[in-house]
């Protein structure tokens, strides 16, 4: 079996040297024990924060370890029969071609006839925090504008697509012109290329003259600062992520304007996917019925090769991903 592993702690953005590709030879699986052989791998933003050793809400990733993430597998042999060959299969243990496994930690696939990658994006974890921080987190409402920071993503594309469902107004904050035509062709009712305004402020003014009622935060810096200076009274903030802060060597300056969530009464509230895994039932059956009823689209990016695992997560950091950045094992 390939694995990858971290073989130092990144400074700035990670670089190919941080990581290791080895080689082990695994034993056959024992009793009760199955080989799984993964076909696809997820690179998720919040593994660069695991990169640092500090604790969190888990634990941090170890040196000369493998790394772990979401992935896919199909189980190839077989001493237990709850997950009898040619089972598909998601883990957490990605970032190797196969495993050994007794199961406890295997989630045999929902039956529901889609392509399977889409249980690591649409309907897996990045599409029940979509889910989660608009139903569960706030309740959004059909009066409501919201803005949406890495619009484009594989949570801000499905968070787009949900809030024009429930009627609202959708502002996107995108990195790229191609990006802001994907994203209008989910049809969110306005596109901001960040990189590409002198001022983010002036620009969601614009794009919302009557304010923003939720700002849905995958970003933080400027982005933060931008929505609270246009955030309505009573405004809602989801704190999904901050990705621009998470290379940052040194603690990054928060924004000037944070007394706006005192003067306009804002309910700022951060949360984490984890705590709605219960939900996740409830949450494929609705995702599943919107994919099925051609309501909610799945955009991907695929890099193939374990060997490119490392590009497909730099390339997070980077901008390179429309909608679920995902590895072909
Ligand atoms: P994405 O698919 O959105 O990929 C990351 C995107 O972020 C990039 O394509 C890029 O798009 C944008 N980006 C990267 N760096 C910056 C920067 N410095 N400033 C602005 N935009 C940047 O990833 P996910 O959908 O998986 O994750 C999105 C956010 O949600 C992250 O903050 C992540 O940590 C968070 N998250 C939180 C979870 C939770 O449980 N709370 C669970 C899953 C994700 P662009 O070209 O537009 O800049």
Redesign the pocket.
């Known amino acids: 079996s390939q694995q990858i592993h971290l073989i130092s702690r990144p400074t700035g953005l990670p670089t190919a040297d941080n990581f290791k590709s080895v080689e082990i030879t695994l034993p056959a699986p024992g009793q009760g024990e199955v080989l799984v052989k993964n076909t696809w791998m997820s690179v ?3 593994m660069r924060p695991r990169m640092i050793d500090r604790e969190s809400y888990i634990p941090p990733f170890q040196l000369d370890e493998v790394l772990e993430g979401g992935a896919i597998g199909e189980v190839i042999e077989s001493n237990n029969s709850n997950f009898p060959v040619g089972t598909k299969v998601s883990h957490l243990s990605g970032w190797r071609t196969s495993f050994i496994s007794d199961g406890t930690d295997l989630t045999v696939l929902p039956d529901i006839e889609v392509p399977e990658q889409l249980f690591l994006g649409t309907l897996g ?2 599409g029940l ?1 979509a889910w989660a921080g608009l139903t569960k987190v706030i309740e959004l409402k059909e009066s409501d504008t919201i803005f949406v ?8 594309s499905i968070v787009c697509q949900i809030a024009k469902l429930k009627g609202c107004k959708v502002i996107a ?4 012109d191609e ?1 802001a035509e994907f994203v209008k062709a989910l049809g969110v009712d306005a596109v901001i290329n ?2 590409k305004v002198d001022n983010l402020t002036e620009a969601l003014e614009k794009a919302a003259p009557e304010g923003i009622d939720v700002y849905f935060e ?2 933080g ?1 400027e ?1 933060l600062e931008a929505a609270l200076n246009v955030m309505n009274d009573y405004g809602r903030i989801p704190v ?5 802060s ?1 290379n940052a060597d040194k603690p990054t300056p928060g924004p000037s304007n944070l007394f706006f969530i005192n003067s306009k009464k804002l309910t700022v509230q951060g ?4 705590d709605y895994f219960d939900c996740f039932p409830e949450f494929v059956a609705q995702m599943a019925n919107w994919m099925a009823e051609g309501k909610i689209k799945s955009e991907e990016t695929i890099y193939h090769g374990l060997d490119n695992a490392v590009d497909a997560f730099i390339g ?6 429309k ?3 995902l590895v072909k094992l």
């Open positions: 998720d933003p919040y974890m990045p925090t920071s890495a619009a484009s993503g594989a949570v801000g904050s995108v990195g790229s990006k960040y990189k995958n970003v810096g982005h999904c992520g901050m990705i621009s998470y949360f984490i996917v984890i997070l950091f980077e901008g390179k991903n909608g679920k950045m």
